[in-house]
């Protein structure tokens, strides 16, 4: 048994607490250098896990996973996000891919703005290891546009709308509703 539950999201409310209280801090390295209106959850597999279920946390104005999902319907949990989020998967060999489509399904049909990314042949965790790979590449644009307002490139227009790079591309599949 793993010492802590990988679905748990209390280490994700302590760490958010830890760094509003730093922000806070005068002798802290990090004093009144965060915005700490712009938090988000983007997790990996366990992570992700964490992250979902953290979903009702008023703190979080972006969520989002890579290769994970919950492992059965929970309108509960789906009914308690509150912010956009962003699922992504590695195709049909990834384990989580049958867990994301469900979460997504779920939760586009409460209304919550939702963008799904499938690498049809990336498999559990994708090009994640790559720092400049795609799986990075989505996520780091899915936060520039939640946290950071980003309408460019670097942000909205490479995840949605005409130039989006990988709505379209061979070997990525993609979907999307309630988006602004």
């Known amino acids: 048994m793993l010492p802590v539950d990988m679905?748990?999201?209390?280490?994700?409310?302590?760490?958010?607490?830890?760094?509003i209280t730093e922000n806070?801090?005068?002798?802290?390295?990090?004093?009144?250098?965060?915005?700490?209106?712009?938090?988000?959850?983007?997790?990996?597999s366990c992570g992700g896990l964490m992250a979902i279920n953290a979903a009702g946390d008023p703190r979080f104005s972006a969520m989002g996973y890579s290769s994970s999902g919950l492992f059965s319907e929970s309108p509960t949990k789906w009914g308690a996000i509150h912010t956009p989020f962003k699922i992504m998967n590695g195709g049909s060999?990834?384990?989580?891919?049958e867990n994301g489509q469900r979460d997504y399904n779920g939760i586009s049909a409460l209304g919550i703005p939702i963008i799904y990314f499938?690498?049809?042949?990336?498999?559990?965790?994708?090009?994640?290891?790559?720092?400049?790979?795609?799986?990075n590449t989505v996520n780091l644009a899915w936060l520039n546009w939640q946290l950071k307002g980003d309408e460019g490139a670097t942000g909205k227009a490479l995840l949605v709308g005409p130039d989006c790079k990988f709505c379209k591309a061979s070997g990525w599949d993609f979907k999307?509703?309630?988006l602004n």
């Not at 806070?24 to 983007?42: E, F, N, V």
């Open 7 to 19: 679905g748990d999201p209390k280490p994700f409310y302590d760490y958010i607490t830890w760094a």
């Open 24 to 44: 806070r801090k005068p002798c802290s390295a990090y004093y009144q250098s965060l915005d700490t209106t712009k938090i988000a959850a983007d997790g990996f």
């Open 118 to 135: 499938v690498k049809t042949s990336a498999g559990h965790g994708g090009d994640l290891n790559n720092g400049k790979g795609d799986f």
């Open 93 to 97: 060999s990834d384990m989580a891919y």
């Open 176 to 178: 999307s509703a309630n």
